[in-house]
C-alpha cells in the first residue's frame, strides 16, 4: 500500500472507531512507519509502505492511546519514551513545569521534588530546562520509576529516582510538584484512559495531603477541572501565601500554586 491510501485508510477506521482526531493520529501513525515526519509524510505520497503499518492501526483502532502505539511521547523540549507503566504526558502539565520555572526565577540551585513522577516528564523537562537544579521524582510505581529511569539515561539527564510518595515532601525542599490522581471514576471518560495505569489516575484527597506536609517554599499543583478552588482554599489552610490558579490552553483552571 502507498503512503496515499494508506493514510486514507488509516483516517476512516479511526474514524469509524470514534476517534477524535482520525486524520492528525492516521498522519502521525503511517510517517511513524515510514520513517519522517508528519510534514515529511506528504512528499513521500506514492512510497510504498511495508506491513509494519497493520498491527499499530489495530491498536489504535482499539483505542490504545496514540502516545503508547508510537513508543514516544513529545513534552516540552523532550521526546520521551511512554508505555503502560505511567501516564501519557499531556500538554496541560507542560504549564505546571512553566510554573516550576517562573518561580524558581532567581534562585540558585534549587531542591525539587516531584511527587509521582511516573513517566519522569515534570522532573525531566525541569532538570533540561534548570540544568543547575537537584531534581528527585518518587513514585509508589516500581514500573514507572524504571520508565522514568531508561528516559533519564536516554536524555543523560541526572535526577535522582527512589520509590516514595508523601513522605518525601517532608525533607526539606525549595520546590515540590505533583500531578497526583484526581479523577473520581473512568465511567463515562475517554476509553483510552482503560490502558493507563489506573493508580495513577483515580484518588482524591492527596492535594490536601501534600500541601498539609510538604516542608517547601514552593508548591505546585495540577488539578482537575472544577477542583481549583477547593486545592487553592487547601494550600491557605496549609499557611500558604499568594495562592494562585493558572488556566491551561483550554482554559481549565489547571494548576494551584502556592509559596511560603
Not at 529511569?149 to 517532608?170: M, Q
Not at 477542583?227 to 494551584?256: K, M, N, P
Request: aromatic letters at 4%.
Amino acid at each position: 500500500m502507498i503512503v496515499r491510501d494508506a493514510l486514507r485508510h488509516a483516517e476512516q477506521r479511526f474514524a469509524a472507531a470514534g476517534i477524535d482526531t482520525p486524520r492528525v493520529d492516521a498522519e502521525l501513525l503511517v510517517a511513524h512507519v515510514a520513517g519522517t515526519t508528519r510534514s515529511g509524510l506528504y512528499a513521500q505520497l506514492d512510497c510504498e509502505l511495508d506491513g509494519a503499518l497493520e498491527p499499530l492501526l489495530r491498536r489504535r483502532e482499539l483505542r490504545e492511546p496514540l502516545a503508547y502505539v508510537l513508543g514516544e511521547w513529545g513534552f516540552r523540549r523532550l521526546v520521551l519514551k511512554v508505555d503502560r507503566r505511567a501516564l501519557v504526558p499531556r500538554p496541560e502539565t507542560e504549564i505546571v513545569v512553566e510554573r516550576c520555572l517562573a518561580l524558581l526565577a532567581g534562585s540558585e540551585s534549587p531542591r525539587v521534588l516531584d511527587i509521582g513522577v511516573g513517566s519522569g516528564a515534570i522532573a525531566l523537562a525541569l532538570k533540561d530546562e534548570r540544568p543547575d537544579a537537584n531534581v528527585t521524582g518518587v513514585d509508589v510505581s516500581h514500573d514507572a520509576l524504571l520508565l522514568a529511569s531508561e528516559n533519564a539515561g536516554r536524555l543523560g539527564l541526572d535526577v535522582e529516582l527512589r520509590e516514595g510518595s508523601l513522605d518525601a515532601a517532608r525533607e526539606g525542599w525549595d520546590l515540590v510538584v505533583s500531578n497526583p490522581p484526581y479523577v473520581d471514576s473512568l465511567d463515562g471518560l475517554q476509553p483510552e484512559l482503560r490502558y493507563e495505569p489506573r493508580q495513577a489516575l483515580v484518588g482524591s484527597g492527596l492535594h490536601q495531603a501534600i500541601a498539609a506536609v510538604a516542608e517547601t517554599r514552593l508548591l505546585v499543583l495540577e488539578v482537575g477541572d472544577g477542583q481549583a478552588d477547593l486545592i487553592a482554599q487547601a494550600l491557605r489552610s496549609a499557611a500558604y501565601e499568594g495562592v494562585r490558579t493558572t488556566r491551561d490552553l483550554a482554559g481549565i483552571e489547571r494548576v494551584v500554586e502556592g509559596r511560603r
